[in-house]
C-alpha cells in the first residue's frame, strides 16, 4: 500500500472530528428528549472512539517515512523531554499533596493532542501544510452541513433545556452535549475556513451557527475571525480606523453576546456572572504559599474530565475553572501557565504564516473562559493549525496556501 501524505492526512484529520458525531450519541438523544443527564451517569462507550481514532492517526505517523522523520528529529525530541520532564514533576508534586492518581492524570488531558499539534508542524515543515489544510477544510464542509441541519431543526424544535435560541426552540446543541461544546466547534470551523481562500460562504455559515448556539465564548471567538477577515481586505493606510477602536468592539460584542436574545439566557450577564467569584474564593483558600503559586496547588482537581466523571466536588479542593489560564495555574503553576504564554509567542516571532496573528489571537480569546484543549474536536483541529502555523518558516510568508502549486490547482478545479 503506497502511503500518499497529501491524500491521507486529510481524511485521517476528517474521520477523527467526525467522531465526535459518535461519542455523544446517548447524551444528544436525551436532550432532544429533553432530560439534561447527570454528569456522573453519563455512557462513556461510544467516546473510546476518539481515542482509537487518534491512535490511527499517531499510528500512520510512523508509517509514513517522511512524517516518521520529523517526528523523530532532534529539536523535536527534546522539545518533548522537556514537557515530559516539568509534567512528571508535576504529577509527583500532586501525588506528594495526596491526591489520588486519577486527578493528574486528569490534569495530563491538555496533552492529548498535542500530537496533532506535531503532525501539522512537521507537515508544514515539509512544505504541504498548504494543500493538507485545504483539504481537510474541503472535507470538513460535509461536516458543517450535518451540523447545520440538526442546530436548525433544534433552534425551532428542541426542549429550551439550555435556553431559548432566537429562532423560537431550545439552544441547539449539534450533535454535542452542550451548545457552548457545539458552537466553540463551530467558530473554529470558521476560524479553519477563514485560512483558506474561496471558502467565504462556509465561513459565514460557520459564523452563524456559533451565533445560533448562544454561546458567548464562541460568538465572541467567531466576531474575531470575521474581525481579523474585515481587517486584511482594507489597505493598510485605513486600517487605523477599525484597529483603534478594537477594544470598543470587544467590550460591545461581550455585552451583545451575554444579551438575552443572543445567549437565550437570563443569568448571562457579564457583570453577574459566577466566574469571577469562584476564581477569587479559589484563590483565597487552595492557595497556601509560594511553591503553590509556582507549581499549582492541585493538578487536575479543576479538569472538567474529573467533573465529568465523578461528579462535582468529589475530591478535595475541586473546581470548575471554567478558563483554560486559571486550569493551568491551578495545575501546573506560575511556570506552567508563564511556559503557554511563551509558547504563544514564539508562535508570533518565529512563524511566517500570514494569518498566525489571527490563530494564535483565536487560541488566546478561546482560552479566557473556556478549557479550550480539554474539549473534542475544538482542541484537534486547533492543535493542527497551530502546529502547522508554527511550522510555516518566513522564508514561505508571501502567501502559505497559495505558495504550494498544488494546493493552487485545487482551487481552480473544485467548487467552494
Same mark, same amino acid.
Given at each position: 500500500?503506497?502511503?500518499r501524505?497529501?491524500?491521507?492526512?486529510p481524511?485521517?484529520?476528517?474521520?477523527?472530528?467526525?467522531v465526535?458525531?459518535?461519542?455523544?450519541?446517548?447524551?444528544?438523544?436525551?436532550?432532544?428528549l429533553? +432530560?439534561?443527564?447527570v454528569?456522573?451517569?453519563?455512557?462513556?462507550?461510544?467516546?473510546i472512539?476518539?481515542e482509537?481514532m487518534l491512535?490511527v492517526?499517531?499510528a500512520? *505517523?510512523?508509517?509514513?517515512?517522511?512524517?516518521?522523520?520529523?517526528?523523530?528529529?532532534t529539536?523535536?525530541l527534546? $522539545? @518533548?523531554? +522537556?514537557i515530559a520532564t516539568? *509534567?512528571?514533576?508535576?504529577?509527583?508534586?500532586?501525588?506528594h499533596l495526596d491526591l489520588p492518581?486519577?486527578?493528574?492524570?486528569?490534569?495530563?488531558? +491538555?496533552?492529548?493532542y498535542?500530537p496533532?499539534a506535531?503532525?501539522?508542524?512537521v507537515?508544514?515543515r515539509?512544505?504541504k501544510?498548504?494543500?493538507?489544510?485545504y483539504?481537510?477544510?474541503h472535507y470538513?464542509?460535509y461536516?458543517?452541513?450535518v451540523q447545520?441541519?440538526?442546530?436548525?431543526?433544534?433552534?425551532?424544535?428542541a426542549p429550551p433545556?439550555?435556553?431559548?435560541?432566537f429562532?423560537?426552540?431550545?439552544?441547539?446543541f449539534?450533535?454535542f452535549v452542550?451548545?457552548?461544546? @457545539?458552537?466553540?466547534t463551530m467558530?473554529?470551523?470558521?476560524?479553519? $475556513?477563514?485560512?483558506?481562500p474561496?471558502?467565504?460562504k462556509?465561513l459565514v455559515?460557520s459564523v452563524f451557527?456559533?451565533?445560533?448556539s448562544?454561546?458567548?465564548?464562541?460568538?465572541i471567538?467567531?466576531l474575531l475571525v470575521?474581525y481579523f477577515?474585515? *481587517?486584511a481586505?482594507?489597505?493598510?493606510r485605513?486600517?487605523?480606523?477599525?484597529?483603534m477602536?478594537?477594544?470598543? $468592539?470587544?467590550v460591545a460584542?461581550?455585552?451583545l453576546?451575554s444579551?438575552?436574545?443572543?445567549s437565550?439566557?437570563?443569568?448571562?450577564?457579564p457583570t453577574e456572572?459566577g466566574?469571577?467569584?469562584?476564581?477569587?474564593?479559589? @484563590?483565597?483558600e487552595?492557595?497556601?504559599?509560594?511553591a503553590?503559586?509556582?507549581?499549582?496547588?492541585?493538578l487536575?482537581?479543576?479538569s472538567?474530565t474529573i467533573?465529568?466523571?465523578?461528579?462535582a466536588?468529589? @475530591?478535595?479542593?475541586?473546581?470548575d475553572?471554567d478558563?483554560?489560564y486559571? $486550569?493551568?495555574l491551578?495545575?501546573?503553576g506560575?511556570?506552567g501557565l508563564?511556559?503557554y +504564554?511563551?509558547?504563544?509567542?514564539?508562535?508570533?516571532?518565529r512563524s511566517?504564516h500570514?494569518?498566525?496573528?489571527?490563530v494564535?489571537?483565536?487560541?488566546?480569546v478561546?482560552?479566557?473562559?473556556?478549557n479550550?484543549?480539554?474539549?473534542?474536536?475544538q482542541?484537534?483541529m486547533?492543535?493542527f493549525l497551530?502546529?502547522?502555523v508554527?511550522?510555516t518558516?518566513k522564508?514561505?510568508?508571501?502567501?502559505?496556501l497559495?505558495?504550494?502549486p498544488s494546493?493552487?490547482?485545487?482551487y481552480?478545479?473544485?467548487p467552494?
Amino acid at each position: 500500500m503506497q502511503l500518499r501524505l497529501e491524500k491521507d492526512l486529510p481524511v485521517l484529520l476528517f474521520a477523527l472530528v467526525s467522531v465526535s458525531m459518535l461519542a455523544s450519541l446517548p447524551q444528544v438523544e436525551s436532550a432532544w428528549l429533553g +432530560v439534561k443527564e447527570v454528569y456522573g451517569e453519563q455512557d462513556f462507550g461510544l467516546r473510546i472512539l476518539r481515542e482509537l481514532m487518534l491512535a490511527v492517526l499517531i499510528a500512520y *505517523v510512523f508509517f509514513e517515512p517522511r512524517l516518521r522523520g520529523g517526528v523523530l528529529s532532534t529539536p523535536v525530541l527534546a $522539545f @518533548f523531554g +522537556v514537557i515530559a520532564t516539568y *509534567v512528571l514533576f508535576e504529577v509527583g508534586y500532586a501525588l506528594h499533596l495526596d491526591l489520588p492518581l486519577v486527578v493528574p492524570m486528569a490534569g495530563l488531558r +491538555v496533552f492529548e493532542y498535542l500530537p496533532v499539534a506535531l503532525i501539522g508542524y512537521v507537515t508544514s515543515r515539509l512544505g504541504k501544510g498548504a494543500t493538507v489544510t485545504y483539504q481537510f477544510a474541503h472535507y470538513l464542509r460535509y461536516y458543517v452541513v450535518v451540523q447545520a441541519v440538526l442546530a436548525i431543526a433544534q433552534a425551532l424544535w428542541a426542549p429550551p433545556l439550555f435556553g431559548v435560541s432566537f429562532l423560537g426552540g431550545g439552544r441547539p446543541f449539534g450533535t454535542f452535549v452542550s451548545p457552548n461544546l @457545539f458552537g466553540a466547534t463551530m467558530a473554529t470551523c470558521a476560524l479553519l $475556513f477563514s485560512l483558506v481562500p474561496s471558502m467565504r460562504k462556509w465561513l459565514v455559515i460557520s459564523v452563524f451557527l456559533a451565533l445560533l448556539s448562544g454561546s458567548r465564548t464562541a460568538f465572541i471567538s467567531a466576531l474575531l475571525v470575521v474581525y481579523f477577515q474585515l *481587517v486584511a481586505v482594507l489597505r493598510p493606510r485605513d486600517r487605523w480606523a477599525v484597529v483603534m477602536p478594537a477594544p470598543i $468592539f470587544a467590550v460591545a460584542a461581550l455585552l451583545l453576546a451575554s444579551s438575552p436574545l443572543l445567549s437565550g439566557r437570563d443569568d448571562a450577564n457579564p457583570t453577574e456572572d459566577g466566574r469571577i467569584d469562584l476564581w477569587r474564593r479559589v @484563590f483565597s483558600e487552595q492557595m497556601h504559599g509560594p511553591a503553590d503559586l509556582l507549581f499549582g496547588w492541585g493538578l487536575g482537581l479543576s479538569s472538567n474530565t474529573i467533573n465529568i466523571l465523578y461528579g462535582a466536588e468529589h @475530591f478535595k479542593g475541586q473546581f470548575d475553572s471554567d478558563s483554560l489560564y486559571l $486550569f493551568l495555574l491551578n495545575g501546573y503553576g506560575l511556570v506552567g501557565l508563564l511556559a503557554y +504564554v511563551f509558547f504563544l509567542w514564539t508562535t508570533i516571532r518565529r512563524s511566517g504564516h500570514t494569518n498566525k496573528g489571527l490563530v494564535v489571537a483565536f487560541i488566546i480569546v478561546a482560552g479566557l473562559t473556556f478549557n479550550l484543549w480539554e474539549y473534542f474536536p475544538q482542541n484537534a483541529m486547533l492543535m493542527f493549525l497551530w502546529g502547522t502555523v508554527l511550522g510555516t518558516e518566513k522564508a514561505s510568508s508571501s502567501s502559505p496556501l497559495q505558495a504550494n502549486p498544488s494546493a493552487s490547482g485545487l482551487y481552480s478545479r473544485r467548487p467552494s
